[in-house]
């Protein structure tokens, strides 16, 4: 970025690398200058190239450092009025663009468009270094045409539903599905579904959504339980034949049979047997939003429970003999299973990852979600 040299340095020469300077009294180091103190202050220039010459303004989004290297993070931009002016980016989001440091683009989906409030724009970063990163957003260009990608946000999943009305499948894989009675309901990422003892969202049996845990699967979910849900075993997801899990799988909040306020993730065998885990007691709080998701891969042996990021562990409580059952010709139903064990409350962004993802992916991928990942810097305006 090459040197400059101003009153008040104490060499002729000072690097802008480091946007640091050695200065004398009364003199305070700006952007790589000293200037008198009080006009020190305020954010300085950003020295990265502009890699859309057509979009007038930027603002830089910085992720903040994770536990490790990570790859294929997909984080929320969280868009209000006070962050970017929602006029500089068209009636539906259309004029966004989002790139790397290096000028690289980056896929990204709208989920939540809302130019009175916050809109939810998802953005896939395919590495994030340990120490955190920098892209940028790009908008203020009236001739912008749409370019958003979910399914190319969403690589590396074999499902994702936000549970907007329209309950499709962002991955693009066709996994979209039929609402059974549930209900829209506000939710900190726009919209989410309501569910009772009654109502489901119905998937079908999906043969890219068959034996997902043959080679590893993760299940998020962001749910907001009003209580129990139907016998005190209220569903997030279910691909089984019977109410244990037979033939399937289940992944539940539960408030009984050995489960205190919790989770619990059950698996079926071909002789009807079914392994059952447990989440620690009092780890899901009834009345408030959370993040939840287990991590299961059938040659790994018990799965792992998180909650808000944290990782919760699991005690296994009974084991099946035998080998696993096949889940592919069971329907995968959101919410519920067969009328007898409805959620009771509401849920919100349910995923599922292909693979195991590592803890430190989860903490950041609660810390996206719940806005907290992301620092946003000043507008800038095209050079």
């Not at 959101?334 to 409805?342: M, Q, S």
Request: aromatic share 8%.
């Amino acid at each position: 970025m090459g040197v400059a040299s101003a009153p008040g340095c104490l060499v002729e020469e000072v690097d802008l690398t480091g946007l640091a300077c050695p200065c004398g009294d009364g003199w305070a180091c700006r952007c790589g200058v000293c200037v008198p103190e009080g006009e020190a202050g305020g954010d300085c220039p950003d020295e990265t190239p502009w890699a859309s010459t057509s979009h007038g303004r930027r603002r830089a989004l910085d992720v903040a450092a994770v536990t490790e290297d990570l790859q294929d993070l997909v984080v929320q931009v969280r868009l209000t009025p006070e962050r970017l002016d929602p006029a500089l980016a068209g009636p539906t989001g259309e004029g966004l663009r989002f790139f790397d440091a290096t000028g690289r683009a980056l896929a990204h989906e709208i989920d939540h468009w809302d130019p009175a409030g916050a809109s939810v724009v998802w953005v896939r970063l395919p590495e994030v270094p340990k120490a955190g990163m920098r892209f940028f957003v790009y908008y203020d260009d009236s001739m912008a045409s749409d370019v958003a990608d979910a399914a190319a946000t969403w690589e590396g999943y074999l499902a994702v539903w936000h549970l907007s009305p329209d309950l499709v499948d962002a991955t693009g894989k066709g996994n979209g599905g039929t609402d059974v009675g549930t209900a829209d309901e506000e939710s900190p990422l726009g919209r989410a579904r309501h569910f009772d003892q009654a109502s489901a969202v119905d998937i079908g049996a999906r043969p890219s959504l068959a034996d997902v845990f043959q080679t590893g699967a993760t299940i998020t979910a962001v749910i907001q339980p009003n209580g129990w849900g139907g016998g005190s075993f209220g569903r997030i997801l279910d691909k089984a034949s019977g109410v244990a899990g037979e033939g399937g799988w289940s992944f539940q909040i539960a408030n009984g049979g050995g489960v205190v306020e919790s989770l619990r993730f059950e698996r079926g065998f071909v002789d009807g047997s079914t392994s059952g885990w447990l989440g620690p007691a009092n780890a899901v709080v009834l009345g408030s939003w959370q993040t939840v998701a287990v991590i299961y891969d059938e040659a790994g042996g018990a799965p792992l429970f998180f909650v808000d990021g944290a990782s919760r562990g699991a005690s296994s409580d009974g084991t099946g003999t035998g080998s696993f059952a096949s889940d592919a010709l069971q329907p995968l139903l959101i919410g519920n299973h067969e009328d007898i064990r409805g959620f009771d409350g509401a849920i919100d962004e349910l995923r599922i990852a292909a693979g195991p993802r590592s803890g430190a992916f989860m903490e950041a991928d609660h810390r996206s979600i719940r806005d907290e990942l992301l620092s946003y810097g000043a507008e800038e305006t095209r050079p």
